[in-house]
Nanobody
Framework: QLQLVESGGGLVQAGGSLRLSCKVS????????MGWFRQTPGKEREFVAA????????NYGDSAKGRFTTSRDDAKNTINLQMNNLKPEDTAVYYC?????????????????WGQGTQVTVSS
């Protein structure tokens, strides 16, 4: 059964860094794109970053550009999100997700399986 489990969330001061990881329960063949989204109460899920099936292509939301980097390690069935220079407005529950197909797209509806989320809180 395909499952995604995020880890690495927590509380950090503004300007600090966190590294999120997402472990996939089955072997990632390297053909499936994966993405990161975040959500705060009362708001729609927001695209953060995505990485292509091959790992050669990435896509970032405007809020993440220049500060966040996503990577994948298919040998470990894991993707990561390195978040630097965090701001209070980055506070949210962060989710990883997988989609069929290799293109790193930004639309949440295209992702078929989601993790349970991990809370990131950035204090000012």
């Amino acid at each position: 059964q395909l499952q995604l489990v995020e880890s690495g969330g927590g509380l950090v001061q503004a300007g600090g860094s966190l590294r999120l990881s997402c472990k996939v329960s089955v072997h990632i063949v390297g053909s499936y794109a994966m993405g990161w989204f975040r959500q705060t109460p009362g708001k729609e899920r927001e695209f953060v970053a995505a990485i292509s099936g091959s790992g050669g292509g990435t896509n970032y939301g405007d809020s993440a550009k220049g500060r966040f980097t996503t990577s994948r390690d298919d040998a470990k069935n894991t993707i990561n999100l390195q978040m630097n220079n965090l701001k209070p407005e980055d506070t949210a529950v962060y989710y990883c997700a997988i989609k069929w197909g290799s293109q790193a797209t930004t639309v949440a509806a295209e992702y078929v399986t989601w993790g349970q989320g991990t809370q990131v809180t950035v204090s000012s």
